[in-house]
């Protein structure tokens, strides 16, 4: 069995697999990649090379076609989702950034964007409800709305429909997606906002220290309206290095390959999707069968199909991550104030079904 998570010094095989939700599995075939990389010369190739141009050309295609990027959105390499909020708020806002959230990381985003940009405001709503982009009432000087796709602290997800409605109410503004936990795990409809990024520790299958950023035209236009030159990872400068395949830094060159790699080996992202989906399905089923275990998000209209949050008394949900951890099973902890009273699975496509199934046999032999 390939190894998933955590190997001791010793070298043995501490879990037999994680449900963690990010970093979690990666694709049983990185370990081949990894050789490979080091066989084929890849460890070396420096960022201004035919090679490394090579790999931006294949690995750009590959995104636009198996994610079913518009052939206008360009596409960045950032070290992690953290990253691109950085990006955003120094080379695509001026003075006005609104954020709309549920949850924790929505929150921290906008905590993070408020220490760079004057005038950050934000608007929260209830996690077991929709957003109702009806009653929004946003400023006029508003330069980049900010919301978070699929909320990784409570297991809530927006639908491409209500982005859609957001686009149609606000068609003046940016609109920028963390789509960290849910990119390359279900389709997302690009064309609807400006700005997705996600790291690739969770529906990619692969190893931290990579996000993917991309961009729409619109997006693109006021990167260089505001032309920040000034920083490290100002977007303009970026943006000038990978049109012509290159990097302005030295990139994770391994993990740019190992994304290539199995981009080139994943399905279409509908059919990743429709695997989602059954196992979403599959889950709450099974979830409803648990003693003293309920699934936190009631309303399945808002419900993550790549994040579940599950809840129970404070002293049930201690002895699920203690015996789980001590059948050689990681699940995520509750995050912030739900910490005590849940815990999280993840359901990325990476996640084998056999490792569900012992899981799920596990869950009913000590909860039902």
Request: with cysteine.
């Amino acid at each position: 069995m390939p190894w998933v998570f955590n190997i001791s010094l010793t070298g043995r095989n501490l879990y037999k697999a994680s449900f963690y939700p990010g970093p979690s599995r990666v694709y049983s075939k990185v370990t081949e990649y990894i050789y490979d990389a080091y066989r084929e010369g890849i460890l070396s190739i420096n960022h201004r090379s035919k090679e490394f141009a090579e790999l931006m050309v294949d690995l750009k295609a590959q995104l636009h076609y198996k994610l079913d990027i518009p052939s206008d959105y360009e596409m960045i390499f950032a070290s992690s989702a953290t990253e691109c909020w950085e990006m955003i708020a120094q080379s695509l806002v001026r003075t006005s950034s609104f954020h709309i959230y549920n949850g924790a990381f929505g929150k921290k985003w906008e905590t993070y964007t408020s220490r760079i940009v004057q005038k950050t405001g934000g608007h929260h709503f209830d996690c077991q409800q929709e957003l109702d982009v009806g009653a929004l009432d946003l400023p006029e000087n508003i330069e980049c709305i900010c919301i978070t796709h699929n909320e990784t602290s409570n297991g809530t997800q927006l639908s491409n429909d209500v982005i859609k409605a957001l686009r149609e109410k606000y068609p003046e503004h940016l609109i920028a997606v963390d789509a960290t936990s849910s990119m390359a795990g279900v389709v997302l409809d690009f064309s609807i906002a400006d700005v997705w990024f996600a790291s690739v520790q969770k529906c990619f299958g692969l190893p931290a220290g990579l996000a993917v950023m991309i961009l729409s035209p619109a997006a693109v236009t006021q990167a260089a309206n505001i032309d920040d030159r000034n920083k490290y990872n100002s977007l303009s400068f970026v943006l000038e290095n990978y049109r012509i395949n290159q990097a302005p830094y030295t990139p994770n060159v391994l993990n740019l390959y190992l994304l290539n790699r199995s981009m080139n080996k994943n399905k279409l992202i509908g059919e990743i999707e429709d695997k989602t989906e059954a196992r979403y399905q599959e889950w709450c089923s099974h979830i409803s069968s648990l003693r003293g275990l309920e699934l936190m998000i009631k309303n399945d209209a808002v419900r993550s199909k790549t994040v579940l949050c599950i809840e129970g008394e404070q002293e049930l949900i201690e002895s699920v991550k203690r015996e789980a951890r001590s059948n050689g099973i990681i699940i995520g902890n509750g995050y912030g104030e739900l910490k005590e009273t849940t815990f999280r699975i993840a359901n990325f496509p990476a996640i084998k079904s056999k490792e569900i199934a012992s899981f799920q046999k596990f869950l009913s032999r000590k909860y039902s």
